[in-house]
């Protein structure tokens, strides 16, 4: 993939899932039981505005983060390459490089090694390194074969599905994750075209889009959708603004777009009235969500962060989070410094072995975690620490791969992230649950 050039020789693309699974005195009943009626998380960065966001979360905090220990692990064919989970209704959905959708017991399966409750696959292979998305008892979620495929949350009784409707794409989608928002669900094409379908199919095994709204490049961000806008990044460097209804038409014009000095990989975050996305040239920018009543809008500010930005920011209490390549985490003031140019108020830095931040953040319960290409997943207190540099409240460890590109999800006390497995050759996917 294009906009992986400079960061491949970091990478391999062997990855595995952990989850974290958190049971404290007290919560003994919370962890027996399915958390049907819990919170969910059912889209990459947890809801349609991609915030990576959630409020929901009351079990684990940063006085307890560090309780975390090894409870059961989940088994899969081949790695999870920047698939990042979905959990909804007490079951947790990921795709893999085998070009499979993995549903698995969210809680585990009463043993230490657990399989998938079932599995689905296309008709063409290909692989999913795109995020799954549930909305309205369906599963969507891209395929490197061009398909966007979409299956029953429920399964179809059997270990092996097949998908109830396919839509069409004239490229693969290559980590662009759907979303589901207003009947519609989004997602970006390698083509370099935002595809809109309808969310409950078209009535035939294959569908085509209601419309397309076309970028210069290849899309690998995930589209975010905030008061009837749709967002995407591209790799010819800009943000654009498109109507999520459409325009009338087969192929849609953008309502605005956003100029930033580098490819865009990472996905837009929505929150307060302004878009925040990452680029390539090392700075996360804020641009005016509303647009600025022009065809293209400068950003309202920029934060500096001296590295390429491949992860996706979160936007909680005030502050951005966002990963960079030079292996830390930074944060900004939301509204900015009141300057054109920012720096953080503060930035996470790993203990020991230092690697490049693809994976996004995600906060919950006053606690920020996120991936590390050193083989580790990291929580630090989301508020800062009172530095201008922050170490972990808790890392945990992978086993068998040092690439953690997936991001984590915090649900129903419970985290989650992606990293890889290569040196075993048998399970080259996991999920693994601490307690």
Known sequence: MVFRAGVMAKLSHSYLLIAFFCC?????????????????????HGNPH??????????????????????????????????????????????????????????GCGASECNPLWTGQGQTGGNITSSPAVAGGLVYVGSSTGELLVFSATGCGSPHCAPVWT???????IDSSPVVAGGIVFVGGFDGLLY????TGCGNATCAPLWTGATQRRITSSPA??????????????LYAFAAAGCGSPACAPL??????????????????????????DNLYAFPAAGCGAPSCSPIWKGITGAFIESSPAV????????????????FKAAGCGQPVCNPVWEGIATGTQAAVISSPAVANGVVYYGENNGSVLAFYAK??????????FTGLTTAEQIVSSSPVLVNGTLYVGSGNQLDVVHRGRIYVFQ
């Open 196 to 199: 809109a379908f309808d969310a």
């Open 316 to 331: 909680a209490y005030g502050l951005v989070y966002v990963g960079g390549d030079d292996d830390l985490l930074h944060v």
């Open 256 to 281: 605005w777009k956003g100029h930033t000095g580098g490819l865009i990989a990472a996905s837009p975050a929505v929150a307060g009235g302004v878009v925040y996305i990452g680029s390539f040239d």
């Open 50 to 107: 991609l915030t990576g966001s959630n409020p929901e979360e009351t079990t684990v905090n940063a006085r307890n983060v560090s309780r975390l220990r090894l409870k059961w692990q989940g088994l899969m064919r081949k790695v999870v390459d920047f698939s990042s989970p979905a959990v909804v209704n007490g079951v947790l959905y990921i795709g893999s490089t085998d070009g499979r959708l993995y549903a698995f017991k969210a809680n």
């Open 225 to 238: 959708v905030a008061n009837g806008v749709v967002y995407v990044g591209s790799n010819d460097g800009n």
């Open 384 to 393: 800062g620490c009172g530095k201008t540099v922050c170490s972990p409240l």
């Open 24 to 44: 404290f005195p007290g919560t003994l009943s919370h962890a027996a039981g399915a958390p049907a009626d819990g919170a969910n998380w059912p889209t990459f």
């Open 167 to 173: 839509g069409m794409l004239a490229g693969g989608v």
